[in-house]
């Protein structure tokens, strides 16, 4: 028995065709931009995807490339304009920025409103109080994949092993809301037996950035197994989650072609609510 594969790329093909039907029927246009620092090659592929992106759905995508040697001041001033830019329905700021520049301020400072990511502190806020607003864009993909596939969250309970702002924090406030009902359990590098808790795990999500973390032997046969600890190496892209743990899950997300396309679809997804909200509010 191998794993079902939940195919990021096919569900995310199927998100951009729903995006694409919605951008159209908006009276007004809809725009995504990036701001990009420093010339990181791994950056530079994510960006040049979502740009891609915006081009299926109908989405005007814009950039702001600036130099590695960017200062805090002249970043905040693109943030201005970006916040002010009319033609901006969202943007985003890639990270990681370089060394020298305070990631914080910068990300307070992009409009919660415009937020593509959904990780603003308002929004972050708005989430734990069940506030509608733009959601963290790869905890939604990775809820929306399980329920395309029909991995049951009701009750299941659910690892989590990372506790990263991006995705390990805010996925248990997704995934424990009356909606979908699962219970979760927040492992990190403090946690004492780690194979124990993922071995009583029905859905594993594994977001450490620790290469092969998670083992076959740690897995519940059966369980659904998302992927989303990227690391890059010489040899290319290589997940939190073993190769052979395909042999004892029930459902797989792998790397690549699991969560990654559905950050992207959700990002866009954001952008084109953001343009509706805006609408209604007119
Ligand atoms: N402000 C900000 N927002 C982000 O959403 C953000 C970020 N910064 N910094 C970096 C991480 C990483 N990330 C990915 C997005 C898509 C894929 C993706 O589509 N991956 C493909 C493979 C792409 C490849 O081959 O490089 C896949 O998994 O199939 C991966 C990773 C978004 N991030």
Same mark, same amino acid.
């Given at each position: 028995?191998?794993?079902?594969?939940?195919?990021?790329?096919?569900?995310?093909?199927?998100?951009?065709?729903?995006?694409?039907?919605?951008?159209?029927?908006? +009276?007004?246009?809809?725009?995504?931009?990036?701001?990009?620092?420093?010339?990181?090659?791994? %950056?530079? %592929?994510?960006?040049?995807?979502?740009?891609? &992106?915006?081009?299926?759905?109908?989405?005007? %995508?814009?950039?702001?490339?600036? +130099?590695?040697?960017?200062?805090?001041?002249?970043?905040?001033?693109?943030? !201005?304009?970006? #916040?002010?830019?009319?033609?901006?329905? &969202?943007?985003?700021?890639?990270?990681?920025?370089?060394?020298?520049?305070?990631?914080?301020?910068?990300?307070?400072?992009?409009? =919660?409103?415009?937020?593509?990511?959904?990780?603003?502190?308002?929004?972050?806020?708005?989430?734990?109080?069940?506030?509608?607003? +733009?959601? +963290?864009?790869?905890?939604?993909?990775?809820?929306?994949?399980?329920?395309?596939?029909?991995?049951?969250?009701?009750?299941?309970?659910?690892?989590?092993?990372?506790?990263?702002?991006?995705?390990?924090?805010?996925?248990?406030?997704?995934?424990?809301?009356? %909606?979908? #009902?699962?219970?979760?359990?927040?492992?990190?590098?403090?946690?004492?037996?780690?194979?124990?808790?993922?071995?009583?795990? !029905?859905?594993?999500?594994?977001?450490?950035?620790?290469?092969?973390?998670?083992?076959?032997?740690?897995?519940?046969?059966?369980?659904?197994?998302?992927?989303?600890?990227?690391?890059?190496?010489?040899?290319?892209?290589?997940? !939190?989650?073993? =190769?052979?743990?395909?042999?004892?899950?029930?459902?797989?997300?792998?790397?690549?072609?699991?969560?990654?396309?559905?950050?992207?679809?959700?990002?866009?997804?954001?952008?084109?609510?953001?343009?509706?909200?805006?609408?209604?509010?007119?």
């Amino acid at each position: 028995m191998t794993a079902t594969l939940l195919n990021g790329n096919e569900t995310r093909n199927a998100l951009f065709e729903d995006l694409k039907a919605r951008v159209a029927a908006l +009276p007004v246009p809809v725009g995504l931009a990036t701001v990009l620092v420093g010339d990181d090659p791994g %950056s530079h %592929s994510y960006v040049k995807g979502k740009h891609r &992106a915006c081009e299926k759905v109908g989405i005007k %995508s814009i950039r702001r490339d600036l +130099p590695e040697a960017t200062t805090q001041e002249e970043l905040e001033a693109v943030i !201005d304009e970006l #916040n002010a830019n009319p033609e901006v329905t &969202a943007y985003i700021v890639q990270l990681p920025l370089p060394k020298h520049l305070d990631a914080g301020p910068i990300l307070e400072r992009i409009d =919660p409103a415009k937020d593509g990511d959904g990780l603003h502190p308002v929004n972050l806020g708005k989430l734990v109080l069940g506030i509608e607003a +733009p959601l +963290p864009a790869t905890p939604r993909g990775i809820v929306e994949l399980l329920r395309r596939y029909d991995v049951p969250l009701a009750g299941a309970n659910v690892t989590v092993v990372g506790r990263g702002v991006t995705v390990g924090r805010p996925i248990g406030l997704l995934l424990t809301r009356r %909606s979908e #009902n699962a219970t979760v359990t927040l492992c990190h590098t403090g946690t004492k037996d780690l194979a124990a808790e993922v071995r009583r795990a !029905d859905i594993v999500i594994a977001g450490a950035g620790s290469a092969g973390l998670i083992t076959k032997d740690m897995v519940k046969p059966g369980a659904a197994v998302i992927d989303v600890g990227i690391t890059r190496t010489e040899a290319g892209l290589v997940g !939190d989650v073993a =190769p052979d743990v395909r042999e004892v899950a029930g459902w797989l997300a792998p790397i690549p072609g699991g969560a990654g396309p559905m950050t992207v679809a959700m990002l866009l997804t954001n952008t084109v609510e953001a343009a509706e909200r805006a609408h209604a509010a007119v």
